[in-house]
């Protein structure tokens, strides 16, 4: 009777054991994520032109003072050290200009990025998309892997950026 009793506790103790939820972890590639939202909108493509031109700029500064660094080379090669010395001012005076300018640009450019990363609207919609994908998944914790010093190895096969991707109709 008390082998009955032992058996019939270790098999109901076994089926609690196997009955627990296993804990399972998920990982989505924010960046990715972020990319294929935004791939299309108007203010990545306002974002995406105004550096396009910002550097059309900065390339046309650029080729100015080259021309004047020859010009004052010839200048030198002849001997006319006052003409070379004018030049040399000039470039000074348009390489500064351009220091100034590609920093202030890189200012804004750097918070038109940020403003875009932290949309509220697109966080919104990302947390609920998440939450869905991993109800529906079984995830019991899903991670971002831009947060990687916190990762020290994960499998593809908890990848669900792609079907959070997927989810969010991109």
Known sequence: MKKLIFALFALFAGSLAFSQQITRFGVVDTAR???AYFRNSAPVRNYE??????QNEINKRTEEIQKLQRQK???QNSGNESAA???EAEITKKTDYLTQYTSAKNIELESLKNSLQNSDAFYKKLYST?????EHEGFSLILSLQ????ILWYSSSVDVTDKVISELGL
């Open 85 to 87: 010395m004018r030049v």
């Open 147 to 150: 947060q990687a010093n916190a």
């Open 49 to 54: 032109n105004k550096k396009a031109d910002f």
């Open 33 to 35: 994520v972020y990319a």
């Open 130 to 134: 998440l939450e869905r994908v991993a």
């Open 73 to 75: 080379a010839d200048y």
